[in-house]
T-cell receptor, first 111, second 121 residues
Framework: EDKVVQSPLSLVVHEGDTVTLNCSYE??????LLWYKQEKKAPTFLFML????IEKKSGRLSSILDKKELFSILNITATQTGDSAVYLC???????????FGPGTRLSVLP | DTGVSQNPRHKITKRGQNVTFRCDPI?????LYWYRQTLGQGPEFLTY????????KSRLLSDRFSAERPKGSFSTLEIQRTEQGDSAMYLC???????????????????FGPGTRLTVL
């Protein structure tokens, strides 16, 4: 009964590669989806997505939501070793009353 | 640094002892949240406050856990009679919701503190 599923759970790439991280969800009354980057401590906010098909972009990171197919992707282009982290997806549902994180994708970028 | 701060950063305790953690949110934020995160998992919601009122508690929050935010600023999370299963990272987050609106709790962007890592021996 996992509500938020992320894939892959772990990924190893080399600097310069492009990666795509997936987050799918199954909740009622979806409100929004958030991406966070977690290094050794607190998750840091990346994006909040509420509308389908509208890409959000910040530097080499971008994300898009598909509310029909119930998933989001996070793209990182030209990866750097500093991108190594756990990327967490979280979904707000039940009219904003509930908030649940996925298990995260651990990304390792090798020099 | 005007972000969310948590103290202590690490706590090692023996089973059966009580522990208390503190969270100082971003100063103008009226909402404060507590989460627990175990290795390899995403954070799990525990409870949240709007100002000083505790408005929601997860079923994960057993009777041994209590949280307070007495003046609507900092918050404390106390765990009584700790058990080994309580070992985890305890994360605090804060957010700003529009004043005067009783909006749903998770509609604002939450900003996280560095966490308190609890180890129960």
């Amino acid at each position: 009964e996992d509500k938020v599923v992320q894939s892959p759970l772990s990924l190893v790439v080399h600097e310069g590669d492009t990666v795509t991280l997936n987050c799918s969800y199954e909740v009622t009354n979806f409100r929004s989806l958030l991406w966070y980057k977690q290094e050794k401590k607190a998750p840091t906010f990346l994006f909040m997505l509420t509308s389908s098909g509208i890409e959000k972009k910040s530097g080499r990171l971008s994300s898009i939501l598909d509310k029909k197919e119930l998933f989001s992707i996070l793209n990182i282009t030209a990866t750097q070793t500093g991108d190594s982290a756990v990327y967490l997806c979280a979904v707000v549902w039940n009219y904003g009353q509930n908030f649940v994180f996925g298990p995260g994708t651990r990304l390792s970028v090798l020099p | 640094d005007t972000g969310v701060s948590q103290n202590p950063r690490h706590k090692i305790t023996k089973r059966g002892q009580n522990v208390t953690f503190r969270c100082d949110p971003i100063s103008e934020h009226n909402r404060l949240y507590w989460y627990r995160q175990t290795l390899g998992q995403g954070p799990e919601f525990l409870t949240y406050f709007q100002n000083e009122a505790q408005l929601e508690k997860s079923r994960l929050l057993s009777d041994r856990f209590s949280a307070e935010r007495p003046k609507g600023s900092f918050s404390t999370l106390e765990i009584q009679r700790t058990e080994q299963g309580d070992s985890a990272m305890y994360l605090c987050a804060s957010s700003l919701s529009p004043v005067g609106q009783r909006a749903a709790p998770h509609t604002d962007t939450q900003y996280f503190g560095p966490g308190t890592r609890l180890t129960v021996l």
